[in-house]
């Protein structure tokens, strides 16, 4: 079993549909998380950091679960240009470990 | 935000050559740097860990003479590809860890895509 897991998609949604990414972890000595956002053939870019608290910015939303050990990404009134794909990402003591990534494909 | 240059974007080159590619974060300090490879629709791999002034961690399964790493300075690392054949071709992505009190945070390379001929 992968220590970071995504949903595997792709998912494919209409422009203006809500979207919601789930990524569960297994080693509870994680101590912080993170969504990033890749591009084909492009870096990781960093989308926003996941708090317990869970936290927003603009269209997206981060929730994490500790007891679960879950973390989520919302995405509100997809765009076009969110198309990518989606890394959940962990960090433990110094090793950063990557989920497989969620690709989703937004439509006109 | 910070910034960590990439070079070279790409390089082809036949079979049996080595390839460097280098890594520089342009205005943090970075003790620590991570070199990636990632294939075609599949995630990043984490190769290796490259700490400053000390030899490189590489995970499981990377041949460490194979894929030579420096990191000679706090804001430079460099991946060599000894003898790469064609199975070598890939994306190669390295990243730099900047940790403030406020936060710690990855940030990325561009992405060195490496075709072997």
């Known amino acids: 079993r992968k220590e970071v897991e995504q949903d595997p998609g792709p998912f494919n949604v209409p422009e203006g549909a809500t979207v919601a990414f789930n990524c569960t972890y297994s080693?509870?000595?994680?101590?912080?998380f993170f969504w990033y956002r890749q591009d084909c053939r492009k870096e990781p870019k960093l989308l926003m950091s996941?708090?317990?608290s869970g936290n927003e910015d603009g269209r997206f939303t981060a929730q994490l679960n500790r007891a679960s050990q879950y973390i989520s990404l919302l995405i509100r009134d997809s765009k076009l240009s969110d198309s990518a794909t989606y890394l959940c990402?962990?960090?433990?003591?110094?090793?950063?470990?990557f989920g497989a990534g969620t690709r989703l494909f937004v439509k006109a | 935000g910070a910034v960590v240059s990439q070079h070279p974007s790409w390089v082809i080159c036949k079979s049996g050559t080595s390839v460097k590619i280098e890594c520089r974060s342009l205005?943090?300090?970075?003790?620590?740097m991570f070199w990636y490879r990632q294939f075609p629709k599949q995630s990043l791999m984490l190769m290796a860990t490259?700490?400053?002034?000390?030899?490189?961690?590489?995970e499981q399964g990377v041949e460490k003479d194979k894929f030579l790493i420096n990191h000679a300075s706090l804001t430079l690392s460099t991946l060599t590809v000894t003898s790469a054949h064609p199975e070598d071709s890939s994306f190669y992505i390295c990243?730099?860890?900047?940790?403030?009190?406020?936060?710690?945070?990855?940030?990325f390379g561009s992405g060195t895509q490496l075709s072997v001929l």
């Open positions: 080693n509870s000595a994680s101590q912080s």
């Open positions: 990402v962990v960090n433990r003591g110094f090793k950063t470990i």
């Open positions: 490259s700490n400053e002034g000390s030899k490189a961690t590489y």
């Open positions: 996941v708090y317990s």
């Open positions: 205005d943090f300090q970075a003790t620590t």
């Open positions: 990243s730099a860890r900047e940790s403030t009190e406020a936060s710690e945070k990855l940030f």
